[in-house]
């Protein structure tokens, strides 16, 4: 599943949600949009896992639960808990990354 956030409420998905992917972006990057359909398809491939897009400029609370420093990053969350991140626009990077947690 892939949703975008439309208000600062990541917090409450990584609750409600045992395995979430975020990718941190913002609507000027463009490896950002390079990455979004390659985020998009691992989605549609691990319905498992909450894959959640949020705008690292327009939500301050969701983007403190990572440290988020150059875009995309990408983080992830089990069981409510931050568990790794990573800064890429690689596909084999956020694979690895993702591949952790599910």
């Known amino acids: ?5 439309s208000q600062d409420n990541l917090s409450e998905i990584i609750a ?3 395995t979430v992917v975020v990718q941190y972006s913002a ?8 990455m979004k359909p390659k985020v998009k398809k691992l989605a549609s491939e691990l319905d ?7 705008d690292a400029e327009k939500f301050p609370e969701s983007r403190k639960l990572a440290t988020v420093d150059n875009l995309p ?21 956020l694979k690895e990354l993702v591949d952790e947690v599910a």
């Open 1 to 5: 599943m892939l949703q975008e956030l």
């Open 16 to 18: 409600n949600n045992d």
């Open 27 to 34: 609507t000027w990057c463009g490896n950002c949009r390079i």
């Open 48 to 54: 498992n896992i909450t894959f959640v897009i949020a």
């Open 73 to 93: 990053t990408f983080a992830t969350f089990k069981g409510g808990q931050f568990v790794n991140q990573t800064q890429t626009n690689k596909f084999d990077v």
